[in-house]
C-alpha cells in the first residue's frame, strides 16, 4: 500500500510540521511519497535528507535576522522573505545549514513540491529532478508569497506560492496511486478559509498576473472543499489529519521566538499519532 505524506506549509506555522517530522524521524516513519506547498516543502526536503532538527534552526534562529525577512528586503528588494538567502545562502553546500542533497537524492522516497504558474494559474509540480545540489529554485517558487513578494523565476517562468493552485494536494497523492495519507495541517483542524480577504490581495497583483490572482480568489474554496474531502477520508480510514489544536498566537510571518518554539513542542507531540497510524 503505497503512503503519501503533505504538508501544507503556512509560513511560520510551518514550524508545527517541523515538529511533526522530527517525531517521524525520532520514530524511524517513513513514506513513498511526500509532497511539500510553500513552507511545507522545505520541511520535507530536510526530512528526506534526515536532517532531524535543521527546520527548527531555520524557523528559531535565522528567521528572525533581517537578512531572511524584513520590510527592509521588500523596500529595496521588493521580497519581504528572501528566497535566495533561506534556500540558497544558508542551504547551500558551505552555508551554515546546508541542506545534505546526497542524502536527499539518494533517499528512495518520491518528492513533489507545489508551485503555482503565475501568468495561467495552473499548479506545477516539481519532482527531485528539477532539484540539483545548491539549486533549490523550486522550493523558492513553491513559497513566494503574492503581495509581499514577486514571483520566483524558473527557466523564465513567473511561479508564486503553490497554496493559489493546490492549497491541499490529496488528489494529487492519489493520482499517484497513494492510498494511505497523512495530512499536516498547521491551522486546527476546523478551521475554514474565508475567500474576502484574498480577494483583496488579488487586487493588487490582477494586472500582470490574471492566473495567480484567480487563484488566490480561489484559494478559500479549493481549501475549505479539500478539507472537507479529507475529513470523508479519515472517516474512511484512508488519511490522518494531523492539525493543532492551537497555533500559540503564530501566523504567516510571526517573529515571536517564544511561541514559535511552543508551536513546534506541539506538533512533535502530535507526531505520535503519525507513528501509530503508520504502524
Known amino acids: 500500500m503505497k503512503t503519501a505524506v503533505i504538508d501544507v506549509g503556512g509560513g511560520m506555522r510551518g514550524i508545527y510540521a517541523a515538529g511533526v517530522f522530527d517525531r517521524c524521524m525520532q520514530d524511524g516513519v517513513t513514506f513513498d511519497l511526500g509532497i511539500g506547498v510553500s513552507a511545507g516543502s522545505a520541511n520535507i526536503a530536510s526530512y528526506l535528507a534526515g536532517q532531524r532538527g535543521r527546520n527548527y534552526v531555520f524557523y528559531t534562529r535565522y528567521a528572525l535576522r533581517k537578512r531572511y525577512m524584513s520590510i527592509g528586503n521588500f523596500i529595496f528588494h ?49 519532482d527531485k529532478d528539477d532539484i540539483s545540489q545548491d539549486n533549490y529554485d523550486p522550493l523558492k517558487a513553491s513559497s513566494s508569497l503574492p ?3 514577486r514571483p520566483y523565476m524558473i527557466d523564465g517562468v513567473p511561479y508564486y506560492d503553490g497554496a493559489l493552485a493546490d492549497p491541499v494536494p490529496i488528489k494529487k497523492a ?9 495530512l499536516v495541517l498547521t491551522k486546527p483542524r476546523g478551521f475554514r478559509r474565508k475567500a474576502e480577504g484574498d480577494i483583496k490581495l488579488a487586487e493588487k497583483i490582477d494586472v500582470k498576473y490574471r492566473g495567480a490572482a484567480e487563484g488566490l480568489k480561489l484559494r478559500a474554496q479549493r481549501y475549505n472543499d479539500a478539507l472537507d474531502y479529507a475529513e470523508e477520508l479519515a472517516r474512511q480510514g484512508k488519511l490522518l489529519i494531523v492539525a493543532p489544536d492551537d497555533t500559540c498566537g503564530v501566523d504567516t510571518l510571526t517573529r515571536d521566538r517564544n511561541n514559535l518554539i511552543k508551536l513546534y513542542d506541539k506538533g512533535v507531540a502530535d507526531g505520535a499519532a503519525v507513528t501509530e497510524f503508520m504502524a
Not at 521580497?79 to 536527499?104: H, I, K, Q, R, W
Not at 522516497?109 to 494559474?121: I, K, L, P, R
Open 174 to 182: 492519489q493520482e499517484e496511486g497513494c492510498e494511505r495519507i497523512v
Open 78 to 126: 521588493h521580497n519581504f522573505v528572501n528566497l535566495d538567502y533561506a534556500y540558497g545562502t544558508l542551504s547551500n553546500a558551505g552555508g551554515e545549514y546546508p541542506l545534505d542533497y546526497d542524502a536527499l537524492k539518494a533517499n528512495p522516497m518520491q518528492f513533489t513540491v507545489v508551485a503555482t504558474e503565475a501568468e495561467s494559474g495552473r499548479a506545477k509540480y516539481f
Open 147 to 149: 503581495v509581499v513578494g
